[in-house]
């Protein structure tokens, strides 16, 4: 009697020694395809990111919500007798912070979603579809992207491709260092531009990965008085997609085309991080 080790297994054919090595030829020119194009200046990065620093802005809740704290670095050592050689620091700040991705499990609907550190790194890459609104947004703060305006661009440039980061061009980004601007608040609270809740449950019954955009939150500035409050968290982290916050630099992509990569912190149960964001765009 053959033990398990000897069991029959089908000879391996020249067809499949073929099969895997044009496979194996496949990836590897996707690769070096892409590191030539960047040589050759055929192909950049473009860095979506704000800088992280105590004065980025923050989202600020009403009372009697808590609210998260602004960046601090703690010296650590600085050269000196605490470390003669070395300078490092202990970073204070919160999992929301800048520019940053929201994970499912940050929204009561997605608690049973991804944390940050179990998101498949897959769906962190994706083609980037760019949704323009700069002069609409301008005009008015309050502006809300609504299902017309998604299901016009479907019309025109076919289905939403699947894994992709849906991008909302506001122009906001313009105020990223100035807190007040950035808040755009009055009495009635704060007007940034956003999503209706009909276009925010449309989205999240569309093939995208996640939301991206440059305002601090992925909801409008009035998003607190919708129906249901904060829609896009309500919908889209429900629907187990993820949300890029405080994007800059969107200027720079075309409206397809471009790959965003989005590299959150692994913190083991976070529900979100601080990312670097990154664009691969055709130069």
């Known amino acids: 009697m053959r033990s398990p080790s000897s069991a029959y297994r089908p000879?391996?054919?020249?067809c499949d020694v073929t099969t895997l090595t044009l496979r194996k030829v496949?990836?590897?020119t996707a690769?070096?395809?892409?590191?030539?194009?960047l040589a050759?200046?055929?192909v950049e990065i473009v860095d979506l990111t704000?800088?992280?620093s105590p004065e980025t802005p923050i989202l600020q809740l009403p009372a009697p919500f808590a609210n998260t704290i602004p960046l601090s670095l703690e010296v650590v050592s600085d050269f000196d007798d605490a470390g003669p050689a070395w300078g490092w620091n202990n970073i204070h700040t919160g999992e929301h912070t800048g520019t940053h991705l929201d994970a499912p499990v940050h929204w009561a609907t997605g608690r049973d979603g991804y944390s940050v550190d179990a998101i498949p790194p897959q769906r962190l890459i994706g083609p980037a579809v760019v949704l323009d609104f700069t002069a609409e947004a301008t005009q008015n703060p309050d502006f809300?992207?609504?299902?017309e305006h998604l299901e016009k661009h479907v019309a025109n440039n076919g289905p939403l491709p699947d894994g992709a980061w849906l991008v909302f061009r506001t122009g906001w980004s313009r105020f990223n260092k100035d807190a007040a601007a950035f808040a755009n608040a009055d009495q009635d609270g704060p007007h940034t531009p956003g999503v209706s809740a009909a276009a925010a449950q449309w989205l999240s019954q569309s093939a995208i990965t996640g939301f991206a955009v440059e305002t601090v939150g992925v909801d409008a500035g009035q998003a607190g008085g919708m129906e249901p409050p904060f829609p896009v968290h309500h919908f889209l982290l429900g629907a187990n997609k993820f949300g890029l916050t405080q994007l800059q630099n969107l200027?720079?992509?075309p409206a397809t085309g471009a790959v965003i990569v989005a590299a959150p912190l692994p913190i083991v149960g976070g529900t979100g991080s601080p990312a670097r964001v990154l664009a691969i765009v055709p130069a």
């Open 40 to 42: 050759a200046g055929e």
């Open 31 to 37: 690769v070096d395809a892409l590191l030539a194009g």
């Open 50 to 52: 704000a800088p992280l």
């Open 11 to 14: 000879a391996t054919t020249a």
């Open 251 to 253: 200027d720079r992509l």
């Open 26 to 28: 496949a990836a590897m």
């Open 144 to 147: 809300l992207l609504e299902p």
